[in-house]
Nanobody
Framework: QVQLVESGGGLVQAGGSLRLSCAASGRSFRSYAMGWFRQAPGKEREFVAAISWSGGTTYYADAVKGRFTISRDNAKKTVYLQMNSLSPEDTAVYYC?????????????????????WGQGTQVTVSS
């Protein structure tokens, strides 16, 4: 099991950028694939991006492809989500998640069960 703590959320204007961080604790971080999800008010939790344990493979939801970049630093036990060209539609609580084993290619809604451990979330608000 890993414990996850997200940070870096906030209020940004449309077209701006934010970088989210997810700090993990636990000795087995290298064995986990990681993902980012988001949940807007009144909506289900939605997949955003995933990265393999080595960082060599990434996968994105179509809605964020080309704008968001997921990366990880295993030495720091941290996963990042660089978000560029933000729009009000990106407003949500963003969650970091850990998955034992290989990367999941589940996208859209209903992918939460693919992951084992979750952070508490960080709010991202994009104003128009």
């Amino acid at each position: 099991q890993v414990q996850l703590v997200e940070s870096g959320g906030g209020l940004v204007q449309a077209g701006g950028s934010l970088r989210l961080s997810c700090a993990a604790s636990g000795r087995s971080f290298r064995s986990y694939a990681m993902g980012w999800f988001r949940q807007a008010p009144g909506k289900e939790r939605e997949f955003v991006a995933a990265i393999s344990w080595s960082g060599g493979t990434t996968y994105y939801a179509d809605a964020v492809k080309g704008r968001f970049t997921i990366s990880r630093d295993n030495a720091k036990k941290t996963v990042y989500l660089q978000m560029n060209s933000l729009s009000p539609e990106d407003t949500a609580v963003y969650y970091c998640a850990a998955r034992r084993g290989g990367i999941s290619y589940c996208s859209g809604y209903g992918c939460s069960q693919e992951y084992d451990d979750w952070g508490q979330g960080t709010q991202v608000t994009v104003s128009s």
